[in-house]
């Protein structure tokens, strides 16, 4: 059984930064592609960030490219999503994903239905 928990959300003011953490269990973590994505109040659950098996290959949004890192250790189980300059429009439940595969072809990364187990998700508020 595939497990991923998410951690880290909160209350920040713009302008701030946060840092997200996923741990995961059930899967050789190493083996398989990892991605972040989130959804606002009344919004579809859009595209975050994506990092390959092995971390020398990351994908993001257009929203969040130059101010959201993604990375991962595979020692660690753990996949990362540190954010900065947040915006009140960062604001949702960040959930991340993994997928049945090593890397991704094209822009499947930023396709929902390339990933199989999804975690909980974890709030993210931005608001003064």
């Known amino acids: 059984q595939v497990q991923l928990v998410e951690s880290g959300g909160g209350l920040v003011q713009p302008g701030a930064s946060l840092g997200l953490s996923c741990a995961a269990s059930g899967r050789t973590f190493r083996n398989y592609a990892m991605g972040w994505f989130r959804q606002a109040p009344g919004k579809e659950r859009e595209f975050v960030a994506a990092?390959?098996?092995?971390?020398?290959?990351?994908y993001y949004a257009n929203s969040v490219k130059g101010r959201f890192t993604i990375s991962r250790d595979n020692a660690k189980n753990t996949v990362y999503l540190q954010m900065y300059s947040l915006r009140p429009e960062d604001t949702a439940v960040y959930y991340c994903a993994t997928t049945p595969r090593m890397d991704y072809a094209g822009d499947t990364y930023s396709m929902k239905s390339w990933y199989d187990y999804w975690g909980q998700g974890t709030q993210v508020t931005v608001s003064s």
């Open positions: 990092i390959n098996w092995s971390g020398d290959k990351t």
